[in-house]
């Protein structure tokens, strides 16, 4: 069995420096939010609740997350 050229893709090294520096990210942003969790605790129950929602999510946004996913697989900092 032969390998098509046209086809043969060589791994890049973007994915896996990629992953570690999304773990990094990820681990800055837990430090960063349990930072937070004395003030947040002093919150009612149901005051707690979306500020943990609202931090889970933002992350992505503040984060370059997307454009370091984009640069994973594109090579480049943004889609297009």
């Keep these: 069995m032969t390998i098509d050229p046209r086809h043969y893709h060589q791994p890049s090294w973007r994915k896996p420096v990629g992953m570690l520096a999304i773990v990094a990210l990820i681990a800055l942003w837990a430090v960063l939010v349990g930072s937070l969790s004395g003030w947040i605790g002093s919150l009612p129950i149901w005051a707690q ?25 594109t090579g480049r900092w943004h889609r297009g």
Excluded at 50 to 71: E, M, S, T
Aim: glycine residues 4%; charged residues 10%; proline residues 8%.
């Design 49 to 73: 609740v979306p500020v943990y929602v609202v931090l889970g999510i933002v992350w992505i946004w503040l984060l370059p997350l997307r454009r370091l996913l984009a640069w994973m697989e």
